[in-house]
């Protein structure tokens, strides 16, 4: 598996990322495609990286598996660009990283051989930032064949494959946004609030950190449930109140938010928690009066 020659086309946060840990599981990187061909010399040296090409350019013999990793919207049109390529296809396996779309978006690939299947890391990669493939979990979607080889791939960067149904692909993908960029949302959210009593956004980061670090340890440890803590899982009604009234008075377009979060949060306190039924209801009515249109 690990001897199979590897293409990326597309250098960004995960492009650049999936090229490091391909070569360092052993995958030979064959050839790197991008629209800046300057900064893609720079990562063909470190990952000894045969060829360099220009998107749109001749690609060189012998890809054997190719990996788009292009914004979710230009995945269609680029594979519709490369399968006018007159390229031996049907030797090469293709996928895409995106978590939201199918296999199916390599259509155009599909119909000139080539087998596809869509390869999802639950992680967030950012630029210049180096991310962790061991341990996490890979959705993996399309044609057995493509699948298969998803699934050996993941395998030897120390990742667990999770094979997904077409059906299931963007609800998978969803809870995957609520739990990585909602929640750098809402800590933005938390900083900028701050802002408000002038506290910097750096020590707004720091006075927050080891809040965002227990809290997480917490979940990771003991699931969302037992991990919730605050005036929602407390029933405090009138905390709940005045923290309304102030955000309405500071910062009102994070008033709904608030509430609704905090609806959220109720009903997760609910779940399991008999005894908080009644409170639970009586808590779900005043936020419904409080919600601004
Ligand atoms: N970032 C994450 O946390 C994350 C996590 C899991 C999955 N994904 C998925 O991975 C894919 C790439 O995401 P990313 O975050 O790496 O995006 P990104 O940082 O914006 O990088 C995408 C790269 O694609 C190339 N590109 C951009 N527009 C293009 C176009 N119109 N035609 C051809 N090439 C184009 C560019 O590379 P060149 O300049 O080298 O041409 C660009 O750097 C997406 O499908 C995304 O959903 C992202």
């Not at 599909?110 to 990669?125: L, W, Y």
Request: glycine share 8%; with cysteine.
């Amino acid at each position: 598996m690990t001897n199979m020659r590897v293409a990326i086309l597309g250098l960004g946060a995960v492009g650049e990322d999936l090229a490091r840990t391909l070569h360092g599981a052993g995958f030979p990187i064959h050839c790197l495609i991008s629209r800046r061909k300057h900064a893609a010399r720079a990562l063909a040296k470190e990952v000894d990286a045969q060829f360099v090409v220009s998107y749109g350019d001749e690609l060189p013999d012998g890809i054997e598996l190719l990996f788009l990793c292009v914004p979710d919207d230009a995945i269609s049109r680029v594979s519709k660009e490369l399968s006018d390529h007159s390229y031996p296809w049907h030797t090469v396996y293709v996928s895409h990283t995106s978590g939201a779309l199918l296999s199916a978006e390599l259509g155009a690939l599909a119909a000139r051989g080539a087998k596809v299947f869509s390869f999802h890391p639950v992680q967030t990669f950012a630029k210049g930032q180096e991310s962790e493939w061991k341990g996490i979990y890979v959705g993996i979607e399309g044609a057995e064949s493509g699948v298969h080889v998803g699934q050996r791939i993941a395998v030897s960067l120390g990742s667990i494959p999770l094979l997904l149904n077409e059906e299931d692909k963007v609800l998978y993908h969803a809870s995957a946004v609520f739990a990585s960029n909602f929640f750098v949302t809402v800590i933005g959210i938390a900083t900028d609030i701050l802002g408000q009593i002038n506290v910097s956004r750096a020590d707004a980061v720091q006075l927050l950190a080891p809040l965002i670090q227990r809290t997480c340890q917490n979940i990771v440890e003991s699931g969302p449930e037992l991990a919730l803590t605050g005036p929602a899982s407390r029933g405090d009604v009138q905390t709940i109140e005045r923290h309304a009234e102030a955000l309405g008075n500071s910062v009102p377009d994070k008033y709904n938010i608030y509430l609704e979060l905090t609806r959220a949060a109720i009903e997760l306190k609910r779940r399991n928690n008999p005894e908080f039924e009644e409170k639970a209801t009586l808590m779900a009515q005043e936020i419904k009066k409080l919600l601004r249109e």
